[in-house]
């Protein structure tokens, strides 16, 4: 898996009962199985307030996710980024309990189990 992260600063969250601004980290992520791509978000909108994959830091060098959604089994997944090194980060994810989510642009479908490996270490590149 490939994981893009950007840092956002002052993100402009402004809808009918929100106005405020808060800096987030966000990004996209590529899953590939024997070099055939099985889920893509790099085509998101990163300036959207929601999006597939955005996470918020904590007090314990850990990453945690604000909403990280498994697209192609449409489950929200807990995740947890911790740095190991300079150059690797430990992902842990979790499906949450209540995951799947209901699109507005076609029918609901549980799927079982997610589409990647819920725990990965990640190398810098």
């Known amino acids: 898996m490939t994981l893009v992260l950007i840092k956002q600063i002052k993100f402009h969250y402004n809808t009918t009962s929100e106005n405020y601004y808060e800096d987030r980290l966000v990004g996209y992520y590529i899953y590939k199985e024997n070099g055939v791509v099985v889920a893509d978000t790099s085509g998101d909108n990163l ?11 904590d007090c314990f060098s850990q990453v945690g996710t604000a909403m990280f959604i498994d697209v192609k089994k449409e489950k929200m997944i807990t995740v947890m980024l911790e740095k ?22 076609k029918p609901r479908t549980l799927y079982s189990g997610s589409t990647f490996p819920l725990e990965m270490i990640f190398t810098k590149q």
Do not use: E
């Open 84 to 105: 190991l090194s300079p150059t690797q980060m430990k992902f842990r994810g979790k499906i949450d309990q209540h995951s799947s989510y209901v699109s507005p642009t």
């Open 47 to 57: 300036n959207s307030p929601f999006i597939n994959a955005m996470f918020s830091a």
